[in-house]
């Protein structure tokens, strides 16, 4: 097959991307919550996206995109080969030492794939990235979780003066900004990313939710996305401020999401967090989800 590259120009190509993952959700960890990717501040740089496409049919066949939020690289491919995913890591260690000494360029960058993706495996070793799994104290992998959406958890009542509710959208945008970069102690998530994601085509406001406190301000959040194409929902992202935690709100919030969910035709919810974060694993393992994928994360640094 031969096949033409370009680079990202806009909001049809989106679609075609999301459509693309669409095609083999088992192959990617992300589908349901690409809308909130597709969202990042990567795509103030449209070079961070660069796309395969059929000579012939003109059909999108695979597509890779460097995310500087996340210092990862995200890669969907439309089969099960691994000559295009050459192609596309190839693409990337291009990209990621043009923009080395940009706002959009980092040290090193990640790559995850599910533990029995071995072609892949082989690929990313041959292109000089290393399992993280095994790497010390700065060990990382992750797990991709799953429960049915026809059980639904058992709801708890929210300590007095708490409420749960949707975002108000636009105007209540920056205080969530403020509350995922407490959560998170990172800068990564910016007001146009966040406001980005609310123009979303995929985007509900009634899965997009928030505690707040009695004193007015936001406690938690969790934005939940539905696919009814695939039946199926992802949480992405969640996290509680660190001034309300040990109050059960996690666990309040993300059952409020799976309830939503399951009332927006979700059959299947997906989740994704570090093997090391055992806050989270024990709550997800608490509310019912359970492992179906060992995630790997590969790094490649470059030198400086």
């Known amino acids: 097959m031969m096949w033409i590259e370009r680079q990202f120009s806009g909001e049809d190509d989106s679609l075609r991307m999301i459509a693309l993952a669409r095609m083999r959700p088992d192959d990617n960890l992300h589908v349901v919550d690409l809308p909130y990717r597709l969202s990042s501040w990567a795509l103030d740089d449209p070079l961070s996206i660069h ?53 959009f360029g980092h040290p090193m960058w990640f790559v995850s794939v599910f533990g029995g993706q071995s072609e892949r495996i082989r690929a990313l070793r041959e292109a000089g990235f290393a399992d993280q799994g095994n790497a010390g104290e700065y060990a990382w ?12 958890p058992e709801a708890q009542e929210l300590p007095e003066g708490f409420v749960i509710r949707p975002l108000a959208g636009a105007a209540e945008a920056q205080a969530y900004v403020d509350l995922h970069r407490e959560t998170f102690e990172s800068k990564n998530m910016t007001l146009e990313w966040r406001q980005r994601a609310l123009r979303r085509p995929e985007y509900r406001p009634e899965l997009d939710l928030v505690v707040v406190a009695p004193n007015g301000r936001l406690a938690a ?37 799976i309830r939503r969910l399951t009332e927006c035709g979700a059959e299947h919810i997906f989740v994704e967090t570090d093997n090391q974060r055992d806050a989270a694993y024990g709550l997800y ?19 400086t």
Request: charged share 20%.
């Open 51 to 103: 796309l395969w496409e059929d000579a012939t049919s003109g059909n999108l066949v695979m597509w890779a995109m460097l995310q500087p939020p996340m210092w990862t690289l995200d890669i969907v491919v439309g089969s099960a080969g691994s000559d295009l995913y050459r192609q596309a890591l190839a693409w990337a260690e291009g990209r990621a030492r043009e923009v080395a000494d940009t706002p």
């Open 141 to 152: 992998s992750k797990v991709l979780f799953r429960r049915p959406a026809s059980t639904a």
């Open 221 to 257: 959040f969790c934005i939940c996305w539905c696919d009814p194409a695939l039946r199926a929902g992802h949480v992405e992202p969640m996290g509680v401020g660190a001034d309300y935690r040990r109050h059960g709100l996690g666990r309040m919030i993300l059952c409020e999401g």
């Open 285 to 303: 393992r608490s509310v019912g989800f359970e492992v179906i994928q060992d995630v790997r994360v590969y790094r490649k640094t470059y030198p």
